[in-house]
């Protein structure tokens, strides 16, 4: 069997402290996560890299043991070291009366804002399994309009009756790929390149890269502890010539906070009176019971909603949807057309078999639960910080720190001894210093006692911040 090439690795140290095994750990565990070190790859020998970087072997061996201990790296007799590929190494755990879950060994990745889909793989098969035996199912992956096949607009339609007390007809629902895919759809519609589009001062990262590809400048618009403040959407529409809004009015992602009515209600308001398109991201809003009024509810005229079924129920559905304005139809359509052709595709007749079927209710359901448990053992984790202001019904903590706990200090530290979490300057608009706390996602791991261990982590390195800069100041 042929042996995979080593790699050529020599990180820079120099401007590291503390001992020198734990500097190129760190400086390891930082080239895995960006990539510079791809999993599988072959890392030098011990004598190759101590001569490289000029320190004696047993520097070298612990090092490689230490980034051994957090999962990063796997040594194989007589073949050498390697990356770890974090997704395919797993043990059986047993888990819930005796069923087996995969476990990652690798890095703890508290940064992604999956859904947990374990519990729901069987249903997911007997929708595929039923989508198989449709006889109609040839004309449904045939091409279709831009705006989508009419049943599967339907079932999206039912969708949002059930989880947002939204009621729309099927005609007024345009399907796109994914919530991103929304998300461009509609910006496309109501801006061109060099306009100004108004944000929460802490915005989704990836509404970040569709402004960019869109060429449009971001304005941040000041939040509170409840989120947007109409004021100050009115005042910066008005300073900067903005005509469009994107916001998360319930379960903002990264901040958790949830509008109230009276603020949505005011928001429609001001969009009303000075002209502005509100684009509304509605992708948490299934975990909130009961569901508060979405903004298009309360301004159809002026409000484009977006959303998807990646955090409801599979992100493989790449199954989103923009309802909005009958005016703006055409627009739509036409850049669906120009950027999809048609969206229609397997997976959102999965998805529309799902929501038929009433299987799509009971995996909300579940995830609503999943999520409970979740937050009631990452509260009990860090029972000694302030989550006060975090929401529990979302899929994620927003965690402002103290002031003894830099956070960039916490994520590096974290990412060192294999956790992953997101500072808030990810999320941060604007040339403003961005507030000192992190986002901590909760359902990327599939196993509690990982999530646990992450956790311990995080609080170990907060609760004892000198520990925690140590190796990096």
Known sequence: MNQPATVRWQPSIAHRQGPLYRAIAAALAEDIANGTLPPGARLPTHRDLAWDLKVTVGTITRAYQEAERQGLIGGEVGRGTFVRDPRRLVEPVAEGGGSLMEVNLGLIDLSVNATALWPDAQALTAATQAVAQRPDLVA?????????????????????????????????????????????????????????????????????????????????????????????????????????????????????????????????????????????????????????????????????????????????????YVVGPRPLFDRLATILRATVLAPAHMGTVVAAELIDSGEAGRIAQRRRALVAER???????????DLSGSDADVTHLWLPLPETVRRDDLVRGALERGVKVTSADGFSVGKGEAPNAVRICLMGVDHASQLEKGLSVLEGLISNPVATSAAWV
């Open 140 to 320: 449904l992956m045939s091409y279709q309009t831009p705006l989508g096949h009419p049943r599967l607009r339907a079932a999206i339609a039912d969708w949002l009756a059930d989880s947002a007390n939204m009621h729309v007809a099927p005609e007024q629902v345009l399907l796109a790929v994914g919530g991103q895919g929304a998300m461009l759809t509609a910006l496309s519609a109501v801006t061109r390149p060099g306009d100004t589009l108004l944000v929460e001062q802490l915005t989704y990262t990836g509404l970040r890269a569709v402004a960019l590809h869109l060429g449009l400048r971001l304005v941040p618009v000041a939040m509170d502890a409840e989120g947007l403040l109409p004021e100050a959407v009115e005042q910066a529409a008005r300073a900067h010539g903005a005509h469009a809004l994107y916001c998360m009015p319930t379960l903002q992602n990264p901040t958790t906070a949830t509008l109230s009515t009276d603020r949505r209600r005011a928001l429609v308001d001001i969009a009303r009176r000075i002209g502005l398109m509100i684009i509304e991201d509605d992708v948490y809003g299934f975990l909130k019971q009961p569901a508060p009024p979405t903004l298009y509810s309360l301004g159809p005229d002026v409000t484009l909603y977006v959303s998807s079924l990646s955090k409801s129920l599979f992100p493989g559905l790449r199954t989103g």
């Open 375 to 385: 937050q009631t053992l990452a509260r009990a984790c860090l029972s000694g910080l």
